[in-house]
């Protein structure tokens, strides 16, 4: 839009809607602005599994090295958000490592698992035919 060709007295109204709106205060319709939040549910209560699951997770799939368990800020942060935390509860890297090893494995079986159930299923219905 070419703001010579609209009137001064306009604009300045367009203008200060465009500005109510960037603030999030009331607009026209006097309604309140709605923002686009999004509501995050975590655990209902501290354990060291939960930690060292939360811990691997963000190693896992954020592309983050293994020393981050071991980072001295990383570590306060965890203990800022539970001040009662011992240095026991906080995963090491080792126990992140361990963690992450034993996950890949569980999850190979239960994928051979499968693909053995499916192959199985498959030549019985062959069989049949």
């Known amino acids: 839009i070419n703001h010579w060709a609209i009137p001064r007295e306009i ?3 367009m203008e200060d809607e465009k500005e109510a709106e ?17 509501t995050v549910t975590g655990p209902r209560e501290f354990t060291r599994a939960g930690i060292l699951h939360a811990v691997a997770k963000l190693i896992a799939t954020n592309n983050q090295p293994l020393a981050l368990a071991d980072n001295p800020a990383f570590r306060n942060s965890l203990v800022s958000m539970r001040p009662k935390s011992t240095m026991a509860d906080l995963p090491s890297s080792y126990d992140v490592k361990v963690y992450l ?9 239960e994928l051979k698992e499968s693909i053995t159930v499916s192959r199985f299923l498959s030549s019985k219905r062959k069989e049949e035919t």
């Open 11 to 13: 604009w300045r109204v």
């Open 22 to 38: 960037k603030r999030g205060q009331l607009t026209k319709k006097k309604q309140q602005q709605l923002l686009d939040f999004k």
């Open 101 to 109: 090893h034993n996950q890949f494995v569980r999850h190979m079986k």
